[in-house]
Each structure stands twice: as structure tokens, then as C-alpha cells.
């Protein structure tokens, strides 16, 4: 049994310690077509396109980094992850040297070749005094991410109105269409590399399509256009329940209800057969009614699903996660008890129910520890709370109906 714990105790440092070295930069090398190679805790390598800002994971504060392109000769440079801004390198560009005459020819000045090119060309449209139309305007301005739509411009059958956020994956702009405005979801297409990204983006349109009420985002389209996955549902408000909950808990009179909004959409997830299995504060969005959405599923799968994990870490957020999860156990309905049971307890108390110095410490504590009680509640609401809560899924709700039932409801 203690082998087993540490085991599982190695193998999630494995995937806190990629989180903690976890840095959004750009390499600018030359030329474009350069890749940079950071060896991995599979004893591979992760390559990553050099240019443009993308998240990048380091194994360590101390690594080699391998830049590498064809024709070029390869430069393996140590450096220290520490003091990396933003980019590396820190000032001007990497240039690599030409490894064959092919990549010395690329790398010189093209204007003597395009103007010898240029010469008899224009010779023969004098001769020819052909008149042509000047060349037409393009809607992509150069140098102009694919992803970065600009106010007034058309993407699909949707006219940009104001661009509201932008993840690691994804960017999200208020749409105008013939329903109204709404909001467009837009991949970024380098993500499609990831084995992970786009399936999590297109698990989200299947669920969302399957997902019918007031408490979960109404999809109205999704689809592809300019080599990009986007969807677009109901427009929300700039604000989730994590925002809300900076200035403080909720009262309890304020907190029942929008559980009781939350639980309700779980209800109809769990009863589609769908797991949510990433419910915390900041996947909770007010809507332009008052009410919350339980949004981002980008984690959900079938109950029936094999187990959703990642090579050396587990999917989910540590301060809401189950403890069957943490100790590699399935996930079932239970489970997203479990993390309503978390997020109850920060929306009461103004924090998660378990903190520490690293994402392993809030692990394990999951499985080890009972959370802070919560004695500004009222009694019923604690029981609440404590049985979503619980270790064991057999000492949880059978079920998020039965958990909705028991919610306290009127005055507390």
C-alpha cells in the first residue's frame, strides 16, 4: 500500500512540477521554419514552431534547448527558465547558420532576384500596354493573427462586434448575427497540433448540443471557416463567480440560489450521461439575467468513456478535484458532487476548502484531510455541504437529484 502512495505521489509531482514551469513566450529564431525541442519526463522531446507566444512547458528551471530547422545547422543552447520574460531570446533574434547552399541561397536578400525577375516583366506590359485592375485587397491584413478579428470584420455569417477574452486555446468575440448578438468561441489553429486541444474543443460542441436549460450556455451554431473551429452560443456577461467571489463569500441567503442554478444543470448533464469533471468558480458565468451558466466543457465525457487523463498529470483543477481521482480511481457522477461540494464551500467561505504551497499539498489533502467548518451557515446548509463532501462516493448524494432535494430552500 505505501508503495502504491508513492507511486501515485511520483507520479503527480510529475505533472505539478510542468505546471509550475509553465510559461507563455515566444522563441524568435531564424529562419520561420525552425522548431525548438525541450526534452520531456517521457524522455522524448515537446517541439514547439518558434514566432509565435504559445504556452510552453519546461521540466525543469535548468534546460538544453535544441533549435533545429532543415538545411540549417542545429544549436543546443543551455538556459535558465527563470529568467525568461515573456520571449527568449531576452533581446534581438536567434539566427542560425546555413547548414547547404540551398539555405545560404534562402538566407540572401531576395530584391536582386525579384527585380531581375521584375525587368522583362515590366518590359513586356509596356509593349503590351496591357491594362490591369490593381490587385485586391486581401481581408487578412499582413501580419495579423488568423485568430485576431478586427471590429466591423465578417468571420463565418457573423459580423465582430468587441472582442471579450482570449484562453490558451481559444478566443472569445461578442458576434452580431440575424438572432442577435451572441458569442463566437474561435480556436486558435496551432492548437490542432495538440492531441488534447481539439478534442476537448469539439467534446464541447457535442455536449453543449445535447444540453438543454437555463442554467447551461445555448449553443446556436458551431462549424469551421478559415481553417478554424468555432461555436457560438447565448452572449454572457464579462463576469464568472470567481470575480464575484474576490470581494468576499456570499451570504447564504445570496449562495442557495445560485447552487440551486448549478446543481440544476448538473441534473441534466449527469441525466445525458454526461460528466462535467472541471466544476469550480471561474467555469460559472452570470448571465444578462441575474442567473449563473455552468460553462466550459472542454473535460466532459461520456460516463461510459474510458478514463480522460494526461501522460504524467491528471485533468481537472487540484482545489476542486475528488478524492477517487486523485487516487486514479474512474469518475463517475459522484465525482462532480464532490466539486460542487468544493465550490459551495469557497462561495460560503470566501476561499477553497483546501490551500497549499503546491498543487500535490491541495491533493493530497483532498484525500487526508476534512475542510474547514463552515459556522457562519446555517446547520442544514453545513450538512449540505459536508455530504457533498464526503471521501467516499457511497457517503455522497446517490445522485445530483437527490442533492438537489436536499438543498435548503426559503429562508435560511
Known amino acids: 500500500m505505501l508503495a502504491k502512495y508513492l507511486l501515485m505521489a511520483l507520479a503527480l509531482t510529475g505533472g505539478v512540477r510542468a505546471q509550475e514551469l509553465e510559461r507563455r513566450l515566444t522563441f524568435l529564431v531564424e529562419p520561420a521554419s525552425a522548431e525548438v525541442l525541450i526534452a520531456n519526463h517521457t524522455g522524448g522531446y515537446d517541439r514547439y514552431p518558434v514566432q509565435t507566444q504559445r504556452w510552453v512547458k519546461f521540466p525543469s528551471p535548468a534546460v538544453n534547448l535544441v533549435i533545429e530547422a532543415p538545411g540549417w545547422k542545429s544549436q543546443t543552447i543551455p538556459v535558465n527558465v527563470n529568467q525568461f520574460n515573456d520571449q527568449w531570446p531576452t533581446t534581438g533574434t536567434l539566427k542560425l547558420a546555413p547548414a547547404s547552399w540551398q539555405a545560404r541561397l534562402a538566407s540572401l536578400p531576395r530584391w536582386p532576384w525579384l527585380l531581375i525577375l521584375l525587368v522583362p516583366l515590366a518590359a513586356r506590359a ?130 442557495v440560489p445560485v447552487l440551486k442554478q448549478i446543481t440544476e444543470a448538473l441534473v441534466v448533464c449527469h441525466g445525458q450521461g454526461i460528466l462535467h469533471r472541471d466544476i469550480k468558480p471561474e467555469n460559472v458565468v452570470w448571465g444578462l439575467d441575474g442567473k449563473v451558466r455552468l460553462t466550459d466543457f472542454g473535460l466532459a465525457r461520456p460516463h461510459d468513456a474510458s478514463t480522460l487523463t494526461m501522460e504524467g498529470s491528471l485533468l481537472g483543477t487540484p482545489a476542486y478535484m475528488a478524492p477517487e481521482i486523485v487516487q486514479g480511481y474512474p469518475t463517475s457522477p459522484s465525482s462532480d458532487l464532490y466539486s460542487l461540494g468544493c465550490l459551495a464551500h469557497h462561495v460560503l467561505s470566501g476561499r477553497p476548502p483546501f490551500e497549499g504551497e503546491s498543487p500535490l499539498a491541495v491533493l493530497m489533502q483532498h484525500v487526508n484531510s476534512e475542510p474547514p467548518p463552515l459556522d457562519q451557515c446555517p446547520p442544514q446548509l453545513q450538512d449540505w455541504v459536508r455530504r457533498c463532501m464526503a471521501k467516499t462516493p457511497e457517503q455522497r448524494f446517490a445522485s445530483s437529484a437527490e442533492a438537489l432535494s436536499h438543498l435548503p430552500a426559503g429562508d435560511l
Not at 233 to 250: I, K, T, V
Open 126 to 255: 509596356r509593349v503590351s500596354r496591357a491594362v490591369k485592375p490593381p490587385p485586391a485587397q486581401t481581408s487578412q491584413p499582413v501580419n495579423q493573427l488568423p485568430w485576431e478579428l478586427k471590429v466591423g470584420e465578417e468571420f463565418a455569417s457573423y459580423r465582430v462586434l468587441e472582442r471579450l477574452g482570449e484562453g490558451v486555446s481559444a478566443v472569445v468575440y461578442r458576434v452580431q448575427s440575424e438572432d442577435g448578438e451572441l458569442a463566437l468561441k474561435l480556436m486558435k489553429p496551432q492548437h490542432f497540433r495538440d492531441a488534447e486541444v481539439l478534442p476537448r474543443f469539439r467534446r464541447e460542441m457535442t455536449a453543449l448540443t445535447r444540453l438543454r436549460h437555463p442554467s447551461i450556455p445555448l449553443l446556436m451554431d458551431f462549424g469551421e471557416a478559415r481553417g478554424m473551429n468555432y461555436l457560438v452560443m447565448e452572449l454572457l456577461a464579462p463576469r464568472s463567480l470567481l470575480d464575484s467571489l474576490r470581494s468576499g463569500p456570499l451570504p447564504p441567503d445570496q449562495a
